[in-house]
């Protein structure tokens, strides 16, 4: 991790007010612009990761296909776009669905606060992650994830729990 990567600063319109560090803004708990991507295989399945151990916060956690924050000046698709490729290894074309605010205190201090655009994507493809962001991922069908939610929801991350069902109220899954 790169620990002057900078994040946007955002109210809750998701209108710039400012540029920080990254780990200066999770421990102050401001409001940044963030996306997850959701991607889906044409047996309807999700493919979720298993987010790496060294991650500086949720680690070991199941989650969406990938997430992160768009860099200043580039747009939230760019940047959804960019860190699939980082993170596990494919492209795939992207399709903003909805946006949620969400806030998460964790244990080291941090809190995500985040206004987070949802993206999905449709991919058949082999799957390459890089081992510094992926511990696991498979792929998986909904009812099959709602499940394991609702039995072992401490298995997945804050932001996983509250983007799922908004995918089935949004007719996603």
């Not at 995500?112 to 998986?140: L, M």
Request: aromatic letters at 12%; a negative charge; glycine letters at 6%.
């Amino acid at each position: 991790m790169n620990e002057q990567e900078e994040v946007i600063l955002v109210n809750d319109k998701d209108e710039q007010v400012g540029v920080m560090e990254k780990m200066e803004t999770h421990r102050k708990a401001l409001l940044h612009r963030a996306f997850s991507v959701f991607i889906f295989n044409s047996n309807g399945e999700m493919l979720i990761q298993q987010r790496a151990l060294g991650k500086y916060h949720s680690p070991g956690l199941w989650t969406n296909t990938c997430c992160s924050h768009p860099r200043p000046g580039e747009t939230t698709t760019e940047a959804a776009s960019r860190r699939l490729k980082e993170e596990l290894g494919f492209e795939a074309p992207l399709e903003k669905v909805f946006d949620f605010i969400y806030r998460a205190p964790f244990d080291n201090g941090l809190t995500e606060n985040e206004f987070d655009h949802v993206f999905i994507g449709y991919y058949d493809g082999p799957v390459t992650p890089d081992s510094n962001e992926v511990k696991g991922y498979r792929f998986s069908l909904p009812a099959d994830i709602q499940q394991e939610l609702s039995s072992n929801p401490e298995r997945y991350t804050e932001w996983f729990k509250i983007a799922f069902p908004m995918l089935k109220e949004q007719g996603i899954i």
